[in-house]
C-alpha cells in the first residue's frame, strides 16, 4: 500500500468536509498535500492548522493575503498562491497523485483540466468540468494519461456496477462494450416533489436548500430541487460511461438508499445501494481498487422504509427535460444550460427570481442561443460560458423587473 499525496480542490466546502474526513480515519494511506477554495480564508486557515498541507491556493487574492498573514501567525509554513493560476498550480503540483475537484461550478474547469493534463488520477465531483467541455475534458484525461474516478453518488454506483475489467475501459470503450443496455440514475426528488405546483412560486431559498435526504452546498442544493442537478448527471453520465441520452434514465426513488443502476443486455439489473452519506463514494474512490472504512452507517434491511420508484413528473420538473435536450442538441447546448442555470440559481438564491424562473431563464437562453460547435479549447469554452453569463443576466432583470424584485 503506497501512501497517496492528496490535492483537495473546494476544502472548504461540503464534498471538502466529507473528503477530509475520510482521509484523516486513515492517514497512514492519505496525506493531505494541498488544499484550494475560492475566499472562505478562516476557514481553510482552520484546515490547515488541523491539517498542515505542505500548500494552499485561494482563487482571491485579498482573502490569500489575509490567509498568509494568519498562517505566519500560527507559525504555519504551508505555501500560499492566488489567483486563477494559483488554484491551477495546486491541481498540478509533480508531488501529488490524486486531485479531488469539488470546486462548484464553472469556475471547477480549469483546475480540474489541469489535474487531468498533469496525469492524475482525478476524482471528479465537479460535474460541471463535463458538461461545459465533455469532449475537452475527456481528452485531456486520455491524452494527460489520467485516471477519471467518479464521486457523484450516482456516478459512482455506476462505477461500482461496472464489470472489474470494464472499469477503467469503460471511459474509452463506452459501457455497451460491457454489455450494458441502459443506465438508470435515481433522484430523490427534492424537497418539492409533492408540493402543490400552484405553490411553487412562493418558495424560499431556505426551503429549497433544505433536502430531504441530502446535506449539500446551497447551488447544488437548488439543483436537486429543480433536477437540474438530474439533468447535469444525465451530461455527466454520457461523457463517463459512454452512452447516449436515450439509453440513460431517471426514476424518482425518494428514500435514497438505491444510488443508480446498470441494466445489461441478458435481463440483469445491478445497483449499489448504501446509506445516503457521501464519504461512501469519496472513500471507494480514494482506495481504489481497496476498500476502507468511511464512518458511515451501514443499512439497517429490517429498518428501512419501503422502496419506492416513480417517472419524473416533467412539468414539475422542466430542468431535465432542458438537460435532455441540451444533451441530445451537442456542440455548446450543455455548456449554455449550465451558465443559464448557475446565473439563475445565483438570482433565485439572492430573492431576484421566483423559484419556477430558474427554468423559464435556462430555457429563454437556450433557445436564444444559436447551434455552435463543442469547445476545442479552454479559452473557447470560458469565452461561451461569460456570453451566455451575460445574456442570462439579461433575462434575470427582465424576470425580476416582472416580479418587481
Ligand atoms: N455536496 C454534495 O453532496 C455533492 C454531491 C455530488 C457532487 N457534488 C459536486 O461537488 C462540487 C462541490 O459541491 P459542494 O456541495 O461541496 O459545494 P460547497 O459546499 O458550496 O463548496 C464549494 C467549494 O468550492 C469552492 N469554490 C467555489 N468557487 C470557487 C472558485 N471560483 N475557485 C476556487 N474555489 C471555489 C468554495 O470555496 P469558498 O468556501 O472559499 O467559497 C468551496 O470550497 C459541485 O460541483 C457539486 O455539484 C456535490
Known amino acids: 500500500m503506497s501512501l497517496r499525496r492528496l490535492t483537495l480542490l473546494g476544502a472548504t466546502g461540503s464534498i471538502g468536509a466529507s473528503t477530509l474526513d475520510v482521509a484523516a480515519r486513515h492517514s497512514e494511506r492519505f496525506e493531505i498535500t494541498a488544499l484550494a477554495a475560492h475566499k472562505n480564508w478562516q476557514a481553510l486557515r482552520e484546515l490547515c492548522r488541523r491539517h498542515r498541507p505542505r500548500h494552499v491556493a485561494l482563487l482571491d487574492e485579498r482573502a490569500a493575503a489575509s490567509l498568509r498573514q494568519g498562517l505566519r501567525e500560527d507559525g504555519i509554513a504551508s505555501e500560499v498562491l492566488s489567483g486563477v493560476e494559483g488554484v491551477a498550480a495546486v491541481a498540478a503540483l509533480p508531488e501529488v497523485d490524486t486531485v479531488l475537484a469539488a470546486i462548484t461550478g464553472a469556475a471547477g474547469l480549469l483546475p480540474t483540466l489541469a489535474a487531468a493534463r498533469s496525469g492524475k488520477r482525478v476524482l471528479l465531483a465537479n460535474k460541471e468540468a463535463l458538461v461545459m467541455g465533455g469532449a475537452l475534458f475527456m481528452e485531456a484525461v486520455r491524452s494527460g494519461g489520467a485516471t477519471l474516478l467518479p464521486i457523484d453518488s450516482e456516478h459512482n454506483a455506476i462505477f461500482q456496477c461496472l464489470p472489474a475489467m470494464q472499469q477503467y475501459s469503460a471511459q474509452q470503450s463506452g459501457a455497451r462494450a460491457a454489455g450494458v443496455r441502459k443506465i438508470i440514475l435515481t433522484a430523490s426528488g427534492g424537497p418539492f416533489r409533492e408540493t402543490p405546483l400552484a405553490a411553487l412560486r412562493e418558495v424560499t431559498p431556505e426551503q429549497a436548500c433544505a433536502h430531504p435526504v441530502w446535506k449539500m452546498g446551497r447551488k447544488i442544493s437548488i439543483d436537486s430541487a429543480t ?60 482506495a481504489f481498487p481497496d476498500r476502507v472504512d468511511a464512518g458511515v452507517t451501514p443499512l439497517n434491511f429490517a429498518a428501512l422504509p419501503p422502496l419506492t420508484f416513480a417517472a419524473p413528473d416533467h412539468q414539475r420538473f422542466p430542468c431535465l427535460a432542458l438537460a435532455y435536450q441540451a444533451l441530445e442538441a451537442g456542440g455548446c447546448a450543455a455548456l449554455v444550460l449550465n451558465a443559464a442555470n448557475e446565473i439563475a440559481v445565483e438570482a433565485f438564491l439572492n430573492r431576484r427570481i421566483a423559484y419556477p424562473d430558474i427554468a423559464a431563464v435556462c430555457e429563454a437562453v437556450l433557445s436564444a442561443t444559436p447551434a455552435a460547435a463543442a469547445p476545442t479549447t479552454v479559452e473557447e469554452a470560458i469565452a461561451f460560458d461569460v456570453a451566455t453569463r451575460r445574456m442570462a443576466e439579461k433575462c434575470v432583470a427582465m424576470q425580476a423587473q416582472r416580479r418587481g424584485a
Open 227 to 286: 433536477m437540474m442537478n438530474k439533468g447535469l448527471e444525465v451530461i455527466e453520465a454520457h461523457w463517463l460511461f459512454g452512452m447516449p441520452a436515450a439509453d440513460i434514465d431517471v426514476v424518482i426513488h425518494p428514500q435514497s438508499v438505491i444510488h443508480s443502476l446498470v441494466e445489461y443486455l441478458d435481463g440483469s439489473t445491478l445497483a449499489q445501494l448504501g446509506s445516503p452519506d457521501m464519504r461512501t463514494p469519496i472513500a471507494q474512490a480514494l
